[in-house]
């Protein structure tokens, strides 16, 4: 009998080794995946965030003011997009941003928008200050200052976010440091871009 005249094919027990072994890579790579997508999601916003910060800052030393920029559906008027639609007064040469974002255009599908008081006006359903600095006696910063909101954060991406950022500031992470976190809006997180 040749080798060749032999039935090819598997046996039963070899096709379970390889189905018990797909399995355990299956269960292994899938959160994995997950992790990785969390951690993506985390860089994006990190640079999300830094992007702002820029803008913001070159803005202000070109023009000595605040500025607004929304990206939610009262958003449409000029006067919500300082960094991205030209506006009338002295020293702005932007855009500095490259494009307005619009609504659910950011990695949660929420909103992004960029406040200039942070203890009055539209801020007061996110924040009516900002604790800074550790311990009880934390001075807390409230008034004229540029604070990005970002809806629909969850909240232990928004922990990894400020331990980035706050770098371990201790307490109450979600109400202390530059970041702070409220389960509003389905969870809204806060960055404190500018100290004016």
């Not at 080794?17 to 999601?41: E, M």
């Not at 974002?101 to 909103?111: Q, T």
Request: charged share 25%; aromatic share 8%; with cysteine.
């Amino acid at each position: 009998m040749s080798p060749c005249s032999e039935a090819a094919g598997f046996s039963v027990v070899e096709i379970l080794v390889s189905i018990v072994i797909v399995a355990l890579l299956v269960c292994v790579a899938v959160p994995a995946v997950g992790t990785i997508r969390d951690d993506g999601r985390v860089t994006e916003t990190l640079e999300l965030i830094a992007e702002f910060e820029k803008a913001v800052r070159i803005h202000h030393e070109e023009t000595g003011r605040p500025c607004v920029e929304r990206s939610d559906r009262d958003a449409k008027w000029i006067s919500a997009h300082h960094l991205t639609s030209p506006q009338g007064y002295l020293g702005w040469s932007g855009p500095y941003l490259s494009a307005e974002m619009a609504r659910g255009e950011d990695l949660f599908g929420g909103d992004v928008l960029l406040y200039d008081d942070i203890a009055g006006g539209l801020a007061r359903p996110y924040s009516s200050s900002f604790r800074l600095g550790q311990g009880i006696s934390a001075r807390r910063y409230q008034g004229a200052g540029q604070f990005l909101a970002l809806t629909k954060v969850p909240e232990d991406l928004a922990r990894e976010i400020d331990e980035v950022l706050d770098d371990g500031e201790v307490g109450d992470w979600r109400r202390r440091g530059r970041v702070q976190w409220r389960s509003a809006n389905q969870g809204t997180l806060m960055v404190l871009l500018l100290d004016l």
